[in-house]
């Protein structure tokens, strides 16, 4: 089992910017792939960002693409997503989430198999 931490949400205005950690605990040795999806009030869950944990590749939504960074730190397990130039269209609640055996692209939630609560990101126009 692995369990994850979310922290750093908040509200911001338009053009600010927010930093999401995310800390894995547990069984972390068979991580393979962190990622962060968003769900916004009505709509259905999207993917966000990903970082492969050996390697550190990346890979981003077109609609973060730019603005976002995904990095990890693992040593510390941890993930974080550094938000840039955030819109009002960016307010959702942040998911992280570990991938342990990819079988999926690395947007697709079905691969992740450990999910963290959510924090909520308010970006105020």
């Known amino acids: 089992q692995v369990q994850l931490a979310e922290s750093g949400g908040g509200l911001v205005q338009a053009g600010g910017s927010l930093r999401l950690s995310c800390e894995a605990s547990?069984?972390?040795?068979?991580?393979?792939?962190m990622g962060w999806f968003r769900q916004a009030p009505g709509r259905e869950r999207e993917f966000a960002a990903a970082i492969t944990w050996t390697g550190g590749m990346t890979f981003y939504a077109d609609s973060v693409k730019g603005r976002f960074t995904i990095s990890r730190e693992n040593a510390k397990n941890t993930v974080t997503l550094q938000m840039n130039s955030l819109k009002p269209e960016d307010t959702s609640l942040y998911y992280c989430?570990?991938?342990?055996?990819?079988?999926?692209?690395?947007?697709?939630?079905?691969?992740?198999?450990?999910w963290g609560q959510g924090t909520q990101v308010t970006v105020s126009s």
């Open positions: 547990g069984r972390t040795s068979r991580i393979s792939r």
């Open positions: 989430a570990v991938d342990e055996s990819p079988s999926y692209r690395s947007g697709d939630e079905r691969g992740y198999e450990y």
